[in-house]
C-alpha cells in the first residue's frame, strides 16, 4: 500500500514538473513572441518610441528618432534625453514623467526638442508604465510624434488672422486687443503713466486710387507702411524720442489708408505730439511710383488715456475725432483730440524749441544770490543761479524751464555751461581783489548732470582752464538725486572730494531723509528747505525739526546753511539755534554779476524784504 502510495506520489510531482516546465515554455515563448512583436512594431513605426528607466536613462530609442531627428542610437546613447529639451519646456516633461509614474497614466503634453542640426522640432508626446511583479513602475515607454510643420501650419493661420495681409503690420484685430490690455493696465495701476494713440489718415489716397488705379494705391500703402515700420524697428523715433520718455509703440495697419500708432507711455502730453510729428515727416518724404513722384501726406488725430473713459474703444473714437478735425482744416497735420492738452503740448514744444535757441545764441544768464556768515553778516560765498533772458518774454527763473531743459538732454549741456560760467567769475572777482575774504561758489547740479560718466573729467578740465581753486567750489545736489543710486552717489562723490570739491546736500528735511545714507554719502553741509524756514515760526513742530536739522548737522561735523530768509525774525531765530550760514531776500536777491561784485566790495546792509523767496 505504502509502495503504492509512493508512486502515486511521484507521479504526481512528475506531472507538476511536467506542466511546471510547458507552462515557463509557454511563458518564454510567449515573452518571446511579444519582445518580437513589440521590436517589429518600433521599428516601422513612423512615430519616435522610446524606453527609459525611472531616472530618464534611455534603454531603447526607435529607428524613427534617426529619421526624424537626425540622430544614430550610438549618439543618443550618448546625451542625456534631458538636454536635447528646450530649456524652457524640461520642466514640465519632468512633471509629466512623474505624473505617469505616481499614477500610472501619461498625459499628452507639448514640447520642443533639438535636431541634429541645431533646429527645434516640436513633438507630441504621451507615456506608458511598465510595472514589475509587486506593481512598481520600473520602465516608461514613450511615444512621441513630429507636429512641428502642423505647429507651424496653426501658427501661421494665427499669425495670418492677426495681420494684414497686404503690408504684414497687425491688423485692427490685434490692435484692439493691446489697447485693451493697456486699458486693463491702468484700471489695475491708476498711478502708471498715461498711454496714447496716434490716429493716421493719408490725404488724397482716394484720388492716387481713382487716377493711378488700385494697384498703384496698394504700392503707397505698402510703402507707408514699410517707412512707419522702419521707425519703429530700427531708427526708433516713434517709440523712443531723445527724451526716452516712449517706452513702447504698437503700429497698425487699421484698414483701407488709416493707420494707427499706439504709444504705450507717455510722460507729457508733447511726447505724443512730437511722435505725431515724427510720424508726419516720414510720411511726407516724396518717392517715385511707377517712375513718377508722389508727394504723400496724412492727417493725424492724438488722444491721451484718461481716467473718463469707460471703454478702450473710447480712447481710438477720441483720436479718430481729431483726425477727421486735422483733415477739415486742410490735412498735413496732427490734432489733439482735448483742446486744454493742445495748448500744453502745443506751449511745451514752443519752450523746447526757444530752449534750443537759446542755447544756439547764448542767452542764458548767471545772477548770484549770496550767502552769509550769519554770526558776523559777512558774504561767505554767492550761490550762482542760472536765468534765461528771452528776447521777448524778458528774464526766465528756471522753474519754469527747468523740466523742459532735462526731458530735451539740454539740462547736461546748460548744467556744465553754468559751472564754466560761475568758475570764470569766481577767478575775475579774485584776480580784482573784490573780496576781504576768501568767497566760496555754490552751483546746483541736475540728476541728469550726476549721472552722466563724463560729469567728473569734464567738471577737473574746467577747473585746471580756469585755474580756481577746487576748495572754493561747493555742488549742490538733492536729496531725491542723492538717493537714486546710492552707489553712484557715493562714487561720484568720493571723486569729487579727492578733487578737493565741497558738496551740499540741497532741500534737507523735506524729501525721505535717510540717516544712514546721510552717513555714507561724503558731503560737507546741509541746506535747509525754504519752505521749514517759512514756517517755522508759526509751527512750533517745524521750529523744532529745523533745530534737530542743525544739531544733526553739527553732530555730524558738517555746516548748516538756512534759504529763504525773508524776515529779520527769522534771522534772529536761525542765529539764535546755532545755524552757521544763510541766504535769502532779508540779505539780497540774486543779482547780475556786476551788482554781485558790488556787493562783495562794499558788503551787505541787512534790509526787510517782502519779497518772496526764489
Not at 492716387?208 to 488700385?214: A, Y
Not at 522753474?399 to 556744465?416: H, N, P, R, V
Request: net charge negative.
Amino acid at each position: 500500500m505504502m509502495e503504492h502510495w509512493n508512486w502515486i506520489t511521484i507521479g504526481t510531482l512528475a506531472a507538476l514538473v511536467i506542466y511546471q516546465y510547458f507552462h515557463v515554455y509557454r511563458v518564454r515563448r510567449e515573452s518571446r513572441n511579444r519582445e518580437e512583436l513589440f521590436q517589429i512594431v518600433t521599428e516601422n513605426a513612423a512615430d519616435m518610441i522610446a524606453l527609459v528607466d525611472v531616472k530618464g536613462h534611455r534603454l531603447y530609442n526607435s529607428p524613427a528618432y534617426k529619421r526624424i531627428l537626425g540622430y544614430s542610437a550610438a549618439e543618443l546613447g550618448e546625451t542625456s534625453a534631458f538636454e536635447q529639451i528646450h530649456p524652457e519646456d524640461r520642466f514640465k516633461v519632468l512633471e509629466a514623467a512623474r505624473e505617469a509614474r505616481s499614477t500610472g497614466v501619461g498625459k499628452k503634453l507639448e514640447y520642443r526638442i533639438r535636431h541634429k542640426d541645431g533646429r527645434w522640432r516640436v513633438l507630441e508626446s504621451i507615456a506608458g508604465t511598465i510595472r514589475d511583479e509587486k506593481g512598481d513602475v520600473t520602465k516608461l515607454v514613450i511615444v512621441n510624434r513630429d507636429i512641428t510643420d502642423r505647429k507651424h501650419a496653426e501658427e501661421q493661420a494665427e499669425h495670418n488672422s492677426l495681420h494684414d495681409a497686404l503690408t504684414g503690420l497687425p491688423n485692427r484685430t490685434l490692435f484692439l486687443d493691446r489697447l485693451e490690455q493697456l486699458y486693463l493696465r491702468m484700471q489695475r495701476n491708476p498711478e502708471r503713466r498715461p498711454y496714447a494713440l496716434l490716429f493716421v489718415d493719408l490725404d488724397n489716397f482716394k484720388e492716387i486710387n481713382e487716377t493711378r488705379g488700385p494697384v498703384a494705391g496698394d504700392q503707397v500703402i505698402i510703402e507707408m507702411g514699410r517707412r512707419l515700420a522702419a521707425q519703429l524697428r530700427t531708427e526708433d523715433t516713434v517709440s523712443r524720442p531723445q527724451d526716452d520718455s516712449l517706452e513702447d509703440a504698437v503700429l497698425s495697419r487699421m484698414g483701407g489708408d488709416e493707420f494707427a500708432v499706439l504709444l504705450e507711455a507717455v510722460g507729457d502730453p508733447s511726447d505724443a505730439m512730437r511722435a505725431a510729428q515724427r510720424v508726419l515727416a516720414t510720411i511726407e518724404e516724396p518717392f517715385l511710383l511707377d517712375g513718377h513722384p508722389v508727394h504723400p501726406s496724412a492727417s493725424v488725430g492724438i488722444a491721451l488715456s484718461t481716467s473718463t473713459h469707460t471703454r478702450p474703444e473710447n480712447l481710438l473714437q477720441d483720436a479718430d475725432v481729431a483726425m477727421r478735425r486735422a483733415k477739415a482744416l486742410g490735412g498735413s497735420r496732427c490734432e489733439v483730440f482735448d483742446e486744454a492738452m493742445h495748448t500744453r503740448a502745443v506751449n511745451r514744444l514752443r519752450l523746447e524749441a526757444g530752449l534750443r535757441e537759446a542755447v544756439e545764441e547764448g542767452q542764458f544768464r548767471v545772477h548770484y544770490q549770496p550767502i552769509v556768515q550769519l554770526d558776523t553778516r559777512q558774504i561767505a560765498g554767492f550761490e550762482a543761479l542760472l536765468r534765461w533772458q528771452h528776447p521777448e518774454q524778458g528774464l526766465i527763473s528756471p522753474y519754469k524751464f527747468i523740466d523742459a531743459a532735462e526731458d530735451t538732454g539740454l539740462l547736461f549741456s546748460i548744467g556744465q555751461w553754468l559751472i564754466l560760467k560761475a568758475c570764470q567769475q569766481l577767478r575775475e572777482w579774485e584776480e580784482k581783489n573784490h573780496a576781504a575774504q576768501a568767497v566760496m561758489m555754490n552751483i546746483n547740479l541736475s540728476a541728469r548732470q550726476f549721472a552722466d560718466p563724463r560729469f567728473v573729467t569734464d567738471l577737473r578740465n574746467a577747473i585746471h582752464e580756469i585755474r580756481i581753486e577746487p576748495s572754493k567750489l561747493q555742488l549742490e545736489m538733492t536729496e531725491a538725486v542723492a538717493a537714486a543710486d546710492p552707489r553712484v552717489t557715493v562714487t561720484v562723490l568720493t571723486q569729487l572730494k579727492h578733487l578737493g570739491i565741497g558738496v551740499i546736500l540741497d532741500d534737507f528735511g523735506t524729501g525721505n531723509s535717510s540717516l544712514i545714507g546721510l552717513r555714507q554719502f561724503p558731503v560737507d553741509a546741509l541746506k535747509i528747505d525754504r519752505s521749514l524756514i517759512s514756517e517755522m515760526l508759526a509751527d512750533r513742530g517745524i521750529r523744532d525739526t529745523v533745530d534737530l536739522i542743525i544739531a544733526l548737522g553739527h553732530k555730524l561735523k558738517l555746516k548748516v546753511i538756512a534759504e529763504g530768509i525773508e524776515t529779520a525774525q527769522q534771522f534772529d531765530l536761525l542765529r539764535e539755534l546755532g545755524c552757521d550760514l544763510g541766504q535769502g531776500y532779508l540779505f539780497s536777491q540774486p543779482v547780475a554779476a556786476e551788482a554781485a561784485g558790488q556787493l562783495l566790495r562794499h558788503g551787505l546792509e541787512t534790509q526787510k524784504k517782502s519779497a518772496k523767496a526764489e
